[in-house]
């Protein structure tokens, strides 16, 4: 079963609106880490959030945690079409960083 | 796509044939990792190494083998492909855990499209 699971499988909205993707995971973790892939490519990091971490940014990005949950989201405000992509969320599982399981991703479009 | 290369970038073969993708890094990345990819199954984890000729296995192993004998090549072999095996396959590298972090940002090379048939 996966570790990561990503709410909603997809998403469309206008350009311009932000776009929230949420990923629930069952285990205790050390950190978690978004991935952004575009259609045919490998998969680029977004940002990482430690444990410890409750909310952090990079850019137009930000990432909650909520440990006791066990969820995190990603918000990217002020949308662009080059924001069309799948997001992955990835956590260690706990196994102390040497594997990664990822979640099956949110497919966001992002209309012009 | 940080120094990694995945050869080939296509290939179509037939059940029962032995088939070897090959992942290459420039990076000098201690840790190298070979994933499948499939519809509503996200990326899962197939085998992993932690060195030269120190590996693991993932999620799901069964039917694939690897081999590291250099720093910067990781191989993935599947003996006697079957259809199931028909997938994307990304290969990652990350630098490995370092003192007091356990961080693991991964690097994915651009993947390989391979068709069983």
Request: hydrophobic share 30%; aromatic share 8%; glycine share 10%.
């Amino acid at each position: 079963s996966q570790q990561g699971e990503e709410d909603p499988q997809a998403l469309s909205i206008q350009e311009g609106e932000n776009a929230t993707m949420n990923c629930s995971y069952k285990t205790s973790i050390n950190n978690l880490q978004w991935y952004r892939q575009n259609s045919g490519r490998g998969l680029v990091h977004l940002i990482l959030i430690r444990s410890n971490e409750r909310e952090k940014h990079s850019g137009r990005l930000r990432v909650t945690l909520d440990t006791s949950k066990k969820s995190s989201s990603l918000l990217i405000t002020a949308s662009r079409a080059a924001d069309t992509a799948s997001y992955f969320c990835a956590t260690d599982a706990g196994t102390g960083g040497f594997k990664t399981i990822f979640g099956a991703g949110t497919r966001l479009f992002v209309k012009a | 796509d940080a120094g990694i290369t995945q050869s080939p970038r296509h290939k179509v073969t037939e059940t029962g044939t032995p088939v070897t993708l090959r992942c290459h890094q420039t990076e000098n990345h201690r840790y190298m990792y070979w994933y499948r990819q499939d519809p509503g199954h996200g990326l899962r984890l197939i085998h992993y190494s932690y060195g030269v000729k120190d590996t693991d296995k993932g999620e799901v192993s069964d039917g694939y083998s690897v081999s590291r004998s250099k720093t910067e090549d990781f191989l993935l072999t599947l003996e006697s492909a079957t259809s199931s095996q028909t997938s994307v396959y990304f290969c990652a590298i990350s630098e490995g855990l370092t003192s007091g972090s356990l961080d693991n940002e991964q690097f994915f090379g651009p993947g390989t499209r391979l068709t069983v048939l």
